[in-house]
């Protein structure tokens, strides 16, 4: 089951994700709750017996013993225990963050081979672990309720994809944020995407980036911060209480994904760290600002939070800027409800491949984490190789994300010539 097109249906939804963010709140008080050392002895139990996860049907290899954070590990900890050296090139990831008795990393029965499979949503996830690499498979249909779609914001349906991604299970740290379009897959093979390709031009020449997660601007996510791309994939721009509500355990850190740098990506349910970021205090600038071809006001406004350029970050906060930190010897991505949501850049080696695994920021990217970090098709060279200007091409696009059918009807032209010109799927 795909989508759900009935009031009733959209209703039963969120009274689901209500559902869910009571249960994990009611799981963390009750773990903060415990002393230090039932803590400990919960998460050592916890790395020494298999659980069960989900309620989906789910077959984890019996011979799937392979733990990557705690292999990757080792250079990590000896660079961060060792003196400075100046024949040392590599940096060492933060020091631990948050309190120890509720940030154990624990274990999880998603570290080797499994399959993933749910009969009601049709979900279907194979995951093979082979050396050093993992590979997924995954149909990306997520084994959770959806919202509705299409939606006033959103023109476009769920589709059952092919997709495959592959990341190593030996991760290195490198200290170098690296960009990603898709930063991570989750444990039910969803791809993590947080940026977006909606931006704001100004004849004075800025640019400013379109959050996913903001009031102004409709880009139809439903409760899970999700959204579906022309092409039909669903996939995630904030954090998902169904993502955490099936896979948690009694442990506060949740596997939930993998990085596409290897590394492994948590939530906290305690809500244990910080990730660092603030709202720019500084007002924005910038005249004769368009969006698909309507009129926007930016000079003088204050950041808000709609724009990727209002956030700043600082190392205040227990996060890098890709929102990972070192907890018992391991480097981990913590995701969650503070801004950015989900990792925007990454700080290990990028070398597996599948949509989005990485690469450098899109010129004009301001950081790993900033604008551009979403990697969106190029209207200039789009609308040059249509032969029309590039308002055009946005009047024509329409409210976000575009529709295909519409927009090659409204150019009259065909849905495989304007794919091809944005550089994007078909459905």
């Known amino acids: 089951m795909v989508g759900m097109h009935t009031n009733q249906r959209a209703l039963h939804t969120r009274l689901l994700a209500m559902i869910a963010a009571i249960l994990l709140l009611a799981a963390a008080c009750s773990s903060s709750s415990t002393d230090t050392g039932s803590a400990v002895s919960d998460a050592e139990d916890a790395s020494t017996e298999e659980t069960s996860t989900d309620d989906t049907s789910t077959e984890p290899a019996a011979e799937a013993t392979e733990d990557a954070p705690a292999e990757a590990s080792t250079d990590a900890d000896d660079e961060a225990g060792a003196e400075p050296d100046e024949a040392a090139d590599e940096a060492a990831p933060p020091a631990d963050a948050g309190d ?172 244990a760290f910080d990730t660092g970021y603030s709202l720019a205090t500084e007002p924005r600038t910038g005249t004769n600002c368009t969006y698909r071809g309507e009129t926007v006001e930016i000079d003088g406004t204050m950041p808000d939070g709609t ?25 981990i991505y913590v995701i969650g409800e503070q801004y950015p949501y989900i990792s925007r850049c990454l700080n290990g080696e990028v070398t597996g491949g599948g949509p989005g695994a990485g690469g450098a920021p899109p010129e004009g990217a301001e950081g790993a984490a900033g604008q551009g970090a979403a990697g969106p098709p190029d209207l200039d060279a789009a609308a040059a190789e249509l032969g029309i200007s590039v308002d055009e091409l946005m009047a024509a696009l329409g409210g976000p994300p575009p529709d295909l059918d519409a927009t090659a009807a409204t150019l009259g032209i065909s849905v495989e010539e304007l794919a091809a010109a944005l550089g994007v799927p078909t459905n």
């Open 100 to 271: 120890s008795t509720t940030s154990t990393v624990v274990a999880s029965d998603y570290l080797g081979s499994y399959e993933l499979a749910d009969e009601e949503f049709g979900t279907m996830v194979t995951v093979t672990v082979e050396g050093t690499t993992r590979t997924i498979a995954s149909n990306s249909l997520p084994n959770h309720e959806t919202g509705d779609f299409p939606n006033a914001g959103n023109p476009n349906e769920i589709t059952e994809q092919e997709l495959n991604y592959e990341f190593t299970t030996a991760p290195v740290y490198t200290g170098n944020a690296t960009f990603a379009q898709t930063s991570g897959v989750g444990v039910n093979g969803i791809a993590m995407e947080p940026g977006t390709g909606e931006t704001v031009s100004c004849e004075s020449g800025e640019n400013y980036r379109i959050e996913a997660l903001q009031d102004l601007y409709n880009l139809g996510l439903d409760v899970n911060n999700a959204h579906v791309q022309p092409g039909g994939q669903y996939h995630y721009h904030g954090l998902s209480q169904f993502l955490v509500a099936a896979f948690d355990s009694d442990a506060d850190l949740v596997h939930v994904g993998f990085a596409a740098d290897g590394f492994l990506m948590y939530y906290s349910k305690s809500g």
């Open 307 to 331: 724009y990727v350029s209002d956030w700043v970050h600082s190392d205040a906060g227990d996060l890098d800027e890709c929102m990972g930190t070192e907890v018992n010897g391991e480097y």
